[in-house]
């Protein structure tokens, strides 16, 4: 089995957060969300990029407010830079932050990329293909150019899982359950291996199904989802805005600290190499601190 790159083997066996509550402070913040999470014991920070902060700026805003804390984007949108850019900014992070950056690339969706960048969504898999290609070639003049970076791709489908495991350090996964990490890991082979799960801790039923109906209405409205649920055995009536029962029930963790362990260590023992939390709280526009701060402890995790 190949050694994985020293930014991704800190990870092994970890968990981290999925979170973009960064974004509702203020950039000159001190302290903050990406210092608590690094406090509390997670291993890692995902964050995502749609229509808030450019990812890489915000990866170094994260990087700056934390000494321990693995930073990965999940996932800056290869839309909205050329790969000398993405290439040589995760160089330059990983040279200033001791290799503390893990790039997650992803193709994104097809309204984001539209309607909100302005490009045609052609050929995906072509695209991404193509842009690890040349970032491969990238060229740096600066003290850095030499520095190794690691990047990952978001991937669910079997030919995107593939390039992963050819033509990156890994791949990251989201909403999907045990069994697609199964077959995640399969055909990725030794590369590392992320899984997303997300998690309502404790709360009744009712209010369980508020939240997990509310964080998969966007998601049932994107094709590569529904797609993917297609291939893990989900109907049309699954994923109806809001998702299904069954659909929440398989994408949404609900439970106390001991259900959510359990969950991780079947990703674990699937095949993940790291999974990251998102926390869904009772207001999407609050960061659910008291929840990090009771699975973290649910989990066992050391405090730094």
């Not at 406090?39 to 229509?51: I, T």
């Not at 990490?181 to 082979?189: D, I, K």
Request: net charge negative; charged share 20%; proline share 4%.
């Amino acid at each position: 089995m190949s050694p994985q790159p020293s930014s991704l083997s800190r990870l092994h066996a970890s968990v981290g957060i999925w979170t973009g509550a960064h974004e509702l402070q203020a950039p000159t913040a001190r302290g903050g969300v990406a210092a608590e999470i690094e406090s509390l014991g997670y291993s890692a920070l995902w964050f995502p990029e749609s229509w808030g902060r450019e990812s890489l700026t915000s990866a170094t805003l994260l990087l700056s407010a934390t000494s321990t804390l693995t930073i990965a984007s999940g996932i800056t949108n290869i839309w909205g830079r050329d790969a000398v850019a993405s290439a040589n900014a995760a160089r330059t992070l990983n040279a200033t932050f001791g290799e503390r950056f893990v790039l997650g690339l992803g193709v994104s969706h097809q309204p984001l990329v539209e309607r909100l960048r302005g490009h045609q969504y052609l050929s995906p898999l072509a695209n991404m293909r193509e842009y690890l290609a040349a970032m491969d070639k990238a060229p740096m003049h600066a003290q850095e150019a030499q520095q190794p970076y690691t990047r990952v791709i978001a991937a669910l489908g079997p030919k995107m899982l593939a390039l992963g495991a050819a033509m990156a350090d890994g791949v990251h996964t989201y909403l999907v359950d045990v069994e697609h990490t199964a077959l995640s890991r399969r055909l990725v082979g030794d590369k590392f291996l992320n899984v997303e799960q997300a998690v309502v801790l404790g709360q009744s039923r009712e209010e369980f199904l508020t939240r997990a109906h509310s964080h998969l209405e966007f998601y049932t409205g994107l094709e590569n989802y529904r797609a993917n649920w297609r291939r893990m055995g989900f109907g049309p009536e699954d994923y109806v805005r809001g998702g299904s029962e069954r659909l929440c029930d398989a994408m949404v963790v609900h439970g106390d600290a001991d259900v959510i362990s359990q969950r991780v260590n079947d990703h674990f023992t699937a095949g993940a190499d790291h999974v990251c939390l998102q926390v869904l709280g009772a207001d999407p526009a609050v960061a659910p601190r008291e929840d990090w701060r009771l699975v973290a402890e649910g989990l066992g995790l050391t405090s730094n």
